[in-house]
């Protein structure tokens, strides 16, 4: 495959990968790009402005370095445009990289970028935000919330189990959830989860049948409270079987309004965005291109 005849590289100049930066340079160089328009910003809320920029200066291949966080932003900033992105994963979790299969590998990640298969993905949007991999609310978004301090370079599936562990006294309030303009839900939960792809944080496997571009959304909802029922909840996502558990109703949609009794944190993508009582959130169908190994 030839070389776009425009590269971008959106980077988190704090992230680490392989070589670092100067390889990535090295690595996009020997593809024969020319006019790289590279862009290194210090967080990943400052992405977005890099990345809409080098598309309207015509880019065709965005390549984004960093780890959830950057690729959430960057995906929101270019959904609906007409780029190409290509994932370099250099976080610690890199959900949605894992979920696509591309890995933690500096050159090869380079190389699906140049040679890899396009695939139209869907993704979510919640309150005026894009997301690709999630987006929760309560226990959840206070489990993300805490990873985000100090637990993020333990988030295997044990480390979610044994954290999760330590939030089962979270409030309950009641929660009435609508999918697709009917009522499906109106009690107390504990957490409320809306997927895009079936592994989440800590790599469990939440929802068995999702996938990225079938243009739905999995909808999760937990009731589960106290240490026991949140054990076996935990313990049977951890094994993906989380349909099966007496505490989770699940479903998908294209729309699902979420209206909870009091302000409950909530999460997208693996990053906390504080506390909300209604969340909206749509389906954006076929709204990105992402390289995936072929």
């Given at each position: 495959m030839s070389a776009p005849k425009r590269v971008a590289v959106v980077t988190h100049r704090k992230k680490t990968l392989g070589g670092g930066l100067d390889e990535l340079r090295a690595a996009i160089a020997g593809y024969g790009a020319e006019n790289i328009d590279w862009s290194e910003v210090p967080k990943?809320?400052?992405?977005?402005?890099?990345?809409?920029?080098?598309?309207?200066?015509?880019?065709?291949?965005?390549?984004v370095w960093g780890g959830d966080g950057m690729v959430q932003r960057c995906l929101d900033a270019l959904a609906g445009r007409d780029a190409t992105v290509a994932i370099v994963p250099a976080g610690t979790a890199n959900l949605l990289a894992n979920n696509l299969g591309v890995p933690e590998d500096?050159?090869?990640?380079?190389?699906?970028?140049?040679?890899?298969?396009?695939?139209?993905?869907?993704?979510?949007?919640?309150?005026?935000?894009?997301?690709?991999?999630?987006?929760?609310?309560?226990?959840?978004?206070?489990l993300i919330r805490d990873a985000d301090r100090d637990l993020k370079d333990r988030a295997g599936k044990l480390a979610y189990v044994w954290t999760g562990l330590r939030h089962v006294g979270g409030v309950t309030p009641r929660t009435r959830i609508k999918v697709d303009g009917t009522t499906w839900f109106d009690e107390p939960a504990s957490c409320v989860l809306v997927g895009n792809v079936g592994r989440i944080t800590g790599g469990i496997h939440a929802f068995d049948d999702a996938r990225p571009d079938d243009g739905w959304l999995?909808?999760?909802?937990?009731?589960?409270?106290?240490?026991?029922?949140?054990?076996?909840?935990?313990?049977?996502?951890?094994?993906?079987?989380?349909?099966?558990?007496p505490f989770v109703r699940m479903t998908r949609a294209r729309r699902v309004d979420i209206r909870l009794a009091e302000p409950m944190t909530y999460e997208l993508d693996g990053g906390a965005r504080g506390q909300a009582k209604k969340m909206r959130v749509r389906v954006v169908p076929a709204a990105i291109t992402v390289c995936v190994p072929a």
């Open positions: 990943s809320r400052k992405a977005p402005k890099k990345a809409r920029r080098a598309v309207e200066r015509g880019a065709e291949l965005v390549f500096l050159g090869e990640a380079v190389r699906i970028g140049f040679e890899g298969e396009r695939r139209r993905l869907d993704l979510g949007r919640i309150n005026g935000e894009h997301f690709a991999v999630m987006a929760g609310a309560g226990f959840d978004g206070r999995e909808v999760g909802v937990t009731t589960a409270q106290g240490a026991a029922e949140w054990a076996r909840t935990l313990g049977r996502m951890a094994v993906g079987r989380s349909e099966r558990s």
